[in-house]
């Protein structure tokens, strides 16, 4: 029996692994991918798979599909629509206006997961949230699994515009988090207790099909960051 979330999961590393390749130089632009067929071999993994990942790579406009000749390498320089860039965050105001600007944005991407979300969905979700606590406990920053958390909510909302802002954040994302928890004068262990409560009333709001909870508990979490890096 096939498990769609398995899939979807699998999907993901499958993407990450083409992206890979378009970075290596091994297929400059304009170039011809390898088969599906070949593909699928390469990174051992059903062709429906290999597709999901591929329909994400077209979306973003990594490669195209010429009818009859398979995929192809964009060329990166004759895009139209450029990538969003936020730019560095350059100094302490600028996180503080970040971290206001991020409570604003996912208070509403949250909300809307609390609507959108599926099963599958909030099965992310919960994965997440949990790779991120055994991250921590296990002594690590927790940086991209927060990252990733949220990045599982932006997809529970249903709209792609929030996760495609989301990704155009992310380098600012790991510099606020890196942020808050070097100078945070709150002990790491209560920090680690804020963060998991923080991020369980988030998953559980949603789960509740709450949009005002969810808002709430995203709110919370974000000007909680707020405040352990400024003590405000």
């Known amino acids: 029996m096939n498990n769609p979330r398995a899939e979807r999961l699998l999907g993901d590393v499958v993407y990450e692994e083409l992206t890979a390749l378009l970075g290596s130089g091994e297929l400059p632009p304009q170039s011809r991918l390898p088969s599906e067929n070949e593909l ?6 059903s062709r429906p798979v290999l597709r999901q990942a591929l329909a994400r790579l077209r979306a973003e406009g990594r490669i195209s599909t010429r009818k009859g000749a398979g995929n192809y390498v964009a060329d990166s320089s004759a895009a139209t629509t450029p990538k969003v860039s936020f730019g ?3 100094s302490i105001p600028d996180v503080r206006s970040f971290l206001e600007f991020r409570s604003s944005l996912e208070g509403e991407m949250a909300a809307r997961a ?7 969905s909030l099965a992310e979700i919960g994965r997440r949230r949990r790779r991120l606590e055994s991250a921590m ?3 690590g920053d927790g940086i991209e699994e927060d990252i990733a958390f949220h990045a599982a909510i932006a ?14 954040l992310a380098e600012q994302t790991r510099f606020s988090i890196g942020l808050i928890r070097q100078l945070s004068d709150r002990p ?6 804020d963060v998991y409560r923080e991020h369980a009333a988030i998953e559980q709001a949603i789960a509740s099909g709450d949009p ?3 808002r709430d508990a995203m709110t919370a979490h974000l000007v909680g960051g707020i405040a352990r890096l400024f003590g405000k």
């Open 40 to 45: 699928s071999q390469r990174l051992r993994v």
């Open 88 to 90: 560095p965050l350059t």
């Open 114 to 120: 609390a609507v959108h979300h599926d099963r599958e």
């Open 137 to 139: 406990a296990a002594g």
């Open 155 to 168: 997809q529970a909302s249903g709209n792609r515009f929030f996760s495609m802002t989301m990704e155009a």
């Open 188 to 193: 790491l262990a209560l920090r680690m207790q």
């Open 212 to 214: 005002a909870a969810a």
